[in-house]
């Protein structure tokens, strides 16, 4: 069955603490694994997409990584305005076009 | 248009009524889905319409739940005889050719079924 599984559900972090989060998912041949960013009251924004293990994307303090069973978003110095839900999604198995997304993880960052 | 428009952003609604979610996708983009997104829970497949072929109808929950694509462009996500576990918010999202560019979102409509 595929599947998305992100961790941890909710994190705290000091302005500047580095950190990472994770996203193992379990597909049938992985035709990308997506990152969105989102904010309360507002839909998913796309960050990244990776499609093969070794892959890495940056985006200022962001950085996403992938292996062969996993994920992992990595965020650098990071600022209260990172504050967020960060979710993941992989294609399902049989249907390139369609998503399946994690439940999240979501990032507070203080002052 | 610049983004992908849902309206509206927020509907209350008594149990049993119907209720009609628009979705105005981004221009030129061919590709359209449907997501919910319950409290706490992650986004949950719905629908996907592309071009002119026949929707992926494969994520709707009942068949209180339909939508419609109009002109290749406005979408129609209609839930009929609406239950308290309908409510959530809907969110529409569009995408040029594929997924490699990731999907652009709106902001949702947020249903509450009293």
């Known amino acids: 069955e595929d599947q998305v599984t992100q961790s941890p559900e909710a994190l705290r972090l000091q302005e500047g603490e580095s950190s990472s989060l994770n996203c193992s998912y379990t597909v049938s041949g992985l035709r990308g694994l997506f990152w969105y960013r989102q904010d309360p009251g507002k839909g998913p924004e796309f960050l990244f997409t990776?499609?093969?293990a070794g892959e890495e994307k940056e985006k200022e303090r962001l950085k996403a990584t992938l292996t062969k069973k996993e994920s992992f978003l990595h965020i650098t110095a990071p600022k209260p305005e990172d504050s967020a839900t960060y979710l993941c999604a992989v294609p399902f198995s049989g249907g390139y076009n369609k998503l399946i997304f994690g439940a999240g993880t979501r990032l507070a960052v203080h002052p | 248009g610049a983004g992908v428009s849902q309206s509206p952003s927020n509907k209350v609604t008594e149990k049993g009524k119907d209720v009609e979610l628009r979705c105005d996708p981004i221009s030129g983009h061919t590709a359209l889905y449907w997501y919910r997104q319950s409290l706490g829970q992650g986004l949950e497949f719905l629908i996907y319409f592309q071009g002119n072929s026949a929707p992926d109808k494969s994520g709707l929950p009942s068949d209180r739940f339909s939508a419609e694509r109009t002109g290749g462009s406005v979408s129609t996500l209609t839930i009929q005889r609406t239950q308290q576990e309908d409510s959530a918010v809907y969110l529409c999202?569009?995408?040029?050719?594929?997924?490699?560019?990731?999907?652009?979102f709106g902001s949702g409509t947020r249903l509450t079924v009293v």
């Open positions: 990776l499609y093969s």
């Open positions: 999202a569009s995408s040029s050719s594929g997924t490699s560019y990731g999907y652009t």
